[in-house]
Nanobody
Framework: VKLVESGGGSVQAGGSLRLSCAASGDPYYWSCMGWFRQAPGKQREGVATIDDYGVAFYADSVKDRFTISQDSAKTTLYLQMNDLKPEDTAIYYC???????????????????WGQGTRVTVSS
């Protein structure tokens, strides 16, 4: 499985960005997909994930601001980020696994496949 993120960039607080993650390879390993982020000096944290039934899970810090979705073929994962805040600044990673093993599935350790990351910078 190969995961390639795009869409990161710099934006002012209150702005929006949409991240994309293109998946290729064996779809078996895309059943559970998600977005994680890592800020400088901090651990990687779960942002939003979506299971094979299309059920979405969000970290409390991004609820009502971020939306995770997939295209109909489930080959592209999106993260629409609205009302961005400086604390959202991080490298955002796309991840996938054959199933969502935790509830909610927001633990980085539960995901086997990772993209290279895309940087998001939010200025105040």
């Amino acid at each position: 499985v190969k995961l390639v993120e795009s869409g990161g960039g710099s934006v002012q607080a209150g702005g929006s960005l949409r991240l994309s993650c293109a998946a290729s390879g064996d779809p078996y390993y895309w059943s559970c997909m998600g977005w994680f982020r890592q800020a400088p000096g901090k651990q990687r944290e779960g942002v939003a994930t979506i299971d094979d039934y299309g059920v979405a899970f969000y970290a409390d810090s991004v609820k009502d601001r971020f939306t995770i979705s997939q295209d109909s073929a489930k080959t592209t994962l999106y993260l629409q980020m609205n009302d961005l805040k400086p604390e959202d600044t991080a490298i955002y990673y796309c991840a996938s696994d054959s199933y969502c093993s935790s509830v909610p599935p927001l633990e980085a350790a539960d995901f086997d496949r990772w993209g290279q990351g895309t940087r998001v910078t939010v200025s105040s």
